[in-house]
């Protein structure tokens, strides 16, 4: 059972996602939050696996509360799902940039929402149709102040690793990375999941993130 937390300031909003959620046989909803300070304590005494999370929120955003969800090792298994009327390129960037593992808007179909918790939950990347991967990778090119060199980040995964991960940068799933270099899904999973680990990548949105700053994968004419 998947445990789900809503955080947004309108109740008919929460009312309707949790009508939806709880529809389905293997999600549950185990609390709402109108405001991201609540988000924060209720994803913490609810113990939630995905947090849908709304932008605009009074006390805290969403963008700070999922901030702050992230950042906290008690809720290292915790994803954070961004849902908001505003599909904003800035939103976008700031939500991954906060640690989000997905960005949908609130026009999403039903069924496209049930999915993407069960996607975000099982450790994938997640951004709606108008948020492309154009879009979020011209916002992952700036460069960024880091403690840690680019180069000096990357020293820790092995050639395999660096391929691995430039592809699920490219958006490529598993399935059609181990089709592209003619391995198995497992194979494929078992090296993202080390690259990961070795990054200290929560999930696939921030391996695509490490990706960019890293200049591992570049745009066309950067």
């Given at each position: ?129 108008k948020a492309t991967?154009?879009?979020i990778t011209r ?84």
């Amino acid at each position: 059972m998947i445990r789900v937390l809503l955080a947004d300031d309108q109740t008919l909003i929460r009312k309707g996602f949790r009508s939806l959620i709880e529809s389905a046989p293997d999600l549950l909803v185990v609390g709402e939050a109108e405001t991201g300070a609540q988000a924060v304590k209720l994803a913490r005494e609810t113990g939630a696996d995905v947090i849908l999370m709304d932008i605009r929120m009074p006390e805290m955003d969403g963008l700070a509360a999922t901030q702050e969800i992230t950042a906290d090792d008690a809720l290292a298994g915790a994803r954070v799902l961004v849902l908001t009327t505003f599909e904003i390129d800035e939103y976008v960037f700031r939500a991954l940039r906060a640690g989000a593992s997905g960005f949908l808007g609130k026009g999403v179909e039903p069924r496209d929402l049930l999915e993407a918790i069960r996607v975000v939950h099982a450790g994938e990347a997640l951004l709606s149709p108008k948020a492309t991967k154009g879009l979020i990778t011209r916002f992952l090119s700036r460069p960024v102040k880091a403690d840690t060199a680019p180069s000096e980040l990357l020293e820790v995964l092995t050639v395999r690793e660096r391929e691995m991960v430039a592809h699920v940068a490219t958006g490529l799933s598993n399935e059609e990375i181990a089709e592209e270099l003619c391995v198995s899904p497992y194979t494929v999973k078992t090296h993202v999941n080390r690259a990961m680990t070795k990054l200290g990548a929560r999930d696939r949105a921030q391996l695509v993130i490490t990706a960019y700053q890293t200049g591992l994968v570049r745009l066309p004419g950067a």
